[in-house]
């Protein structure tokens, strides 16, 4: 969904660009929060590794593809603000390196592709923990579920900066349901690329996934509770 | 089923330490952007599917870097388009992720700080 310059006028493109700005001030602060000793070498693997998927286009339908943006899957390894910066330094290597996503229109790639999807990614991701039962398995499906949310709303928002400085005049309900259309498509490949890469994390180190510690938290309490009374029997069978 | 996984990521033989997972997570990264982006689809991507159906794909002007030496993905100079784009990929990876290391190590919190919160 990388927008090129002339889509959108000068106005609105200096309008996103102050909103973006404003958005990865307010990252850098919360990135304060989530990144430590062990989370900060992640954090750099973690953009390095959403650049490398967002070259993997996949075809949706007849003539069209699309790839990942990488927000939800980022915001999950490494916390929300932090997912942010980090795609964020994905757009901006791929505008000033290999011209992709214009100039003019960074600010608008780094609110679709950045902000939308890492906040919309990691809210949703937050709200189906809270259903979903209280498992580890339960992550990778629950950040799965951030990702595929993440990609139609940030098509919505595209259709919402059209229709305040599109340069072309639109039927907005036209492309609204277009939009929406094929990013409901790159959704449900946003969302399994999210799965299995979370799952893959959380099933060897789900300590290193942020999104998981506080189901971490809660299973290593059950588990000391539960051991004082398990500590006698020495035979190495132990039922669940 | 979620026992079977828990009991092999607390497995204290079979964990793999930080390094290990770091390195398997890099190497992954730059096959992707190396190997497998040569086979990515080459069709329009949604975004410019839908502004060619609606009429307004035309709006599109130049970018300004449209010139450099890796610009669309493809190494100038490098004939082999498998080595083209694959040289591109790596170099991108690389360069993110020392731009995204550097600054998360510069915004992260020093282990003596953690006190404090």
Known sequence: MHVPNGFLDAPTSVATGVVAAVAVGVALRGARRELDDRTA??????????????????????????????????????????????????????????????????GTNVVLMAVVTALVGWAVFRLAQAVLPKRIGSVPIAAGL??????????LVFVGLYAVGGTADLDLATLTTAMLGVHVLIGIGEGVITFLAVGS?????????????????????????????????????VTA | MSTSTQDRAEGRTGRPDNRAVWGAALLVSLLLAGIVSFYAAGTPDGLTKVSEDQGFAQTETDHELGDSPLADYSARGVDDDRLSVGVAGVVGTLVVLVAGTGLALALRRRSPADQSD
């Open chain 1, 41 to 106: 070498p992640m954090a750099g693997l973690v953009a390095a590794f959403v650049f490398a998927v967002q070259m993997l286009n996949f075809p949706v339908g007849a003539g069209t593809s699309g790839h990942l943006m990488g927000g939800a899957v980022a915001a999950v390894l490494v916390g929300p603000w932090t997912g942010l910066l980090c795609v964020s330094v994905v757009i901006a290597v791929q505008a000033l390196l290999f011209a992709d996503g214009g100039i003019t229109a960074l």
């Open chain 1, 201 to 237: 994390i959380v099933a060897v180190r789900p300590d290193l996934v942020l999104g998981a510690r506080r189901v971490l938290d809660e299973r290593e309490l059950e588990i000391r509770t539960g051991s004082s009374t398990g500590s006698s029997t020495d035979s190495s069978e």
């Open chain 1, 146 to 155: 951030g990702a595929f949310v993440s990609v139609p709303v940030g098509a």
